[in-house]
């Protein structure tokens, strides 16, 4: 079955414009979750959605937010970008309520570059 | 603060050795722990995971070893292979925020022929 699918794979924007990058997960999975990796900072969680809801949300200041629609599809949005807003963004789905044994499958990333 | 830890950024072993990677982490609310191999420009691909219920778990080639007392995870990879070069991450969740993933750093495993 596909897996996590993340669209665009590469894009290039100007500081101060606003970005918008989006997710279909794994058929049948309704949690997404999204996390930015930097060379800095490593991987590190932005938030997760489930069932269209913001269910847990990580230390990133309010240009980041994100949504999920009716059919379990994410899209994130970053506004007035900064040139460290530069990374790779990565989705990633689940299948199930919260608890241990869900295991989380990552798509391949979104490559942002802020110039 | 970083709560989970990976504090070799490389390892190099011969192909057909046994690679052990290792993972430390401070919060005592972590109950589940996954392994990812990531390839550059691709995202990270699960390997295998542990309950904090069990000390060990295997598939296949790879073993991932828990003591909760000592807070540390190992990931046994047996024998490593080539293709097995590639940065592995460790990652923990705590219930009731299973899917919010906190990493370590990673460490670039590379596997001589």
């Known amino acids: 079955k596909a897996g996590v699918t993340q669209t665009p794979r590469y894009l290039i924007k100007t500081r101060g414009q606003q970005v918008t990058l989006s997710c279909s997960p794994i058929s049948g999975h309704r949690s997404v979750s999204w996390y930015q990796q930097t060379p800095g900072q490593g991987l590190q969680f932005l938030f997760e959605?489930?069932?269209?809801?913001?269910?847990n949300k990580g230390n990133f200041p309010g240009r980041f937010s994100g949504r999920q629609f009716s059919n379990s599809r994410s899209e994130m949005n970053v506004s007035t970008l900064e040139l460290g807003d530069s990374a790779l963004y990565l989705c990633?789905?689940?299948?199930?309520?919260?608890?241990?044994?869900?295991?989380?499958?990552f798509g391949e990333g979104s490559w942002l570059t802020v110039v | 603060d970083q709560q989970v830890k990976q504090n070799s950024p490389s390892l190099s072993v011969q192909e057909g050795r046994i690679s052990i990677l290792n993972c430390d982490y401070t919060?005592?609310?972590?109950?589940?722990f996954l392994w990812y191999k990531k390839y550059p420009a691709e995202g990270p691909t699960f390997l295998i995971s542990?309950?904090?219920?069990?000390d060990k778990n295997e598939d296949g080639r790879f073993t991932v070893f828990l003591n909760k007392s000592a807070k540390h995870l190992s990931l046994h990879i047996v024998p490593s292979q080539p293709g097995d070069s590639a940065v592995y991450f460790c990652a923990a969740s705590a219930s009731g925020s299973a899917r919010q993933l906190t990493f370590g750093s990673g460490t670039q495993l590379t596997v001589l022929p």
């Open positions: 959605y489930f069932s269209e809801t913001q269910r």
């Open positions: 542990i309950s904090s219920i069990k």
């Open positions: 919060n005592s609310m972590f109950d589940y």
């Open positions: 990633a789905s689940a299948h199930g309520p919260q608890g241990p044994g869900n295991t989380i499958y």
